[in-house]
Nanobody, 123 residues
Framework: QVQLAESGGGSVQAGGSLTLSCTASGYTYSGNCMAWFRQAPGKGREGVAA????????IYTNSVKGRFTISQDNAKNTVYLQMNILKPEDTAMYYCAARSGIRCFMWHEYNYWGQGTQVTVSS
């Protein structure tokens, strides 16, 4: 049974930083994609960042480029999302997700999900 456990959410003022963590279990971590999504109130879920676990290649949605960094610790089956220069519009529930294969940019094909962790950015 695949489990994705997120942690690290919280409240921060605009301009601040947070780091989210997601540890995968029951899942073949290597050779697949791990990603972070977010869903703001009243909006759809959007892909934020993804990493191909074998090569470490990353992709980001335009709105977070230069501010967010996705990274991993393969030994711990853990992926991180370092979020800097946070803005009120980054406020959302953040979800860790996983999928098999190498097409990490195919956001709609992620099929394993964590429970989510709330990030709130105040102005």
């Amino acid at each position: 049974q695949v489990q994705l456990a997120e942690s690290g959410g919280g409240s921060v003022q605009a301009g601040g930083s947070l780091t989210l963590s997601c540890t995968a279990s029951g899942y073949t971590y290597s050779g697949n994609c791990m990603a972070w999504f977010r869903q703001a109130p009243g909006k759809g879920r959007e892909g934020v960042a993804a990493i191909y676990t074998t090569s470490g290649s990353t992709i980001y949605t335009n709105s977070v480029k230069g501010r967010f960094t996705i990274s991993q610790d393969n030994a711990k089956n853990t992926v991180y999302l370092q979020m800097n220069i946070l803005k009120p519009e980054d406020t959302a529930m953040y979800y860790c997700a996983a999928r098999s294969g190498i097409r990490c940019f195919m956001w709609h094909e992620y099929n394993y999900w964590g429970q989510g962790t709330q990030v709130t950015v105040s102005s």
